[in-house]
């Protein structure tokens, strides 16, 4: 169960990454057909500061699920994972019922089968050191 959690927490972080990428550097091209049915055309080119803000705190996410790959204490990782995938799945759903509901699917949702993923993982780990 720890190889499922620490890929879907993978998953999630590149696909922060990839928000990052769209929101800072790309908004007036690829965020203009990702967020067509959220936001009229001529809406990006004035929102791109907002954009490239919003990108940023995308990468924090990123950068704090990347990192929590890396605590070798697991506790901490499992509580710094499930910290930054909460933040993650609250962010989706709002963004889901802010702007489209497709963000759920694409943001909330990988972010929930994370946190299933890492409690599972933390349950079978704690059963396995009583037994």
Not at 49 to 73: M, T
Not at 85 to 93: D, E, F, K, P, R
Request: glycine share 6%; charged share 15%.
């Amino acid at each position: 169960m720890d190889i499922i959690a620490k890929i879907l927490i993978t998953l999630v972080a590149i696909e922060h990454i990839y928000i990052l990428w769209m929101e800072m550097f790309a908004w007036e091209t690829k965020g203009k057909k990702v967020f067509k049915a959220a936001l009229p055309a001529e809406m990006f080119k004035p929102t791109k500061g907002l954009a490239a803000n919003q990108g940023l705190y995308n990468g924090f996410l990123a950068a704090g699920l990347i990192w929590s790959l890396f605590i070798e204490d697991p506790k901490w990782q499992t509580n710094v994972s499930l910290f930054f995938l909460s933040c993650v799945a609250i962010a989706g759903i709002y963004g889901a019922i802010s702007a489209t509901k497709k963000i759920f699917f694409v943001q909330a949702l990988p972010a929930i089968l994370a946190i299933i993923a890492v409690v599972l993982s933390a349950f079978f780990n704690f059963m396995h050191t009583l037994c």
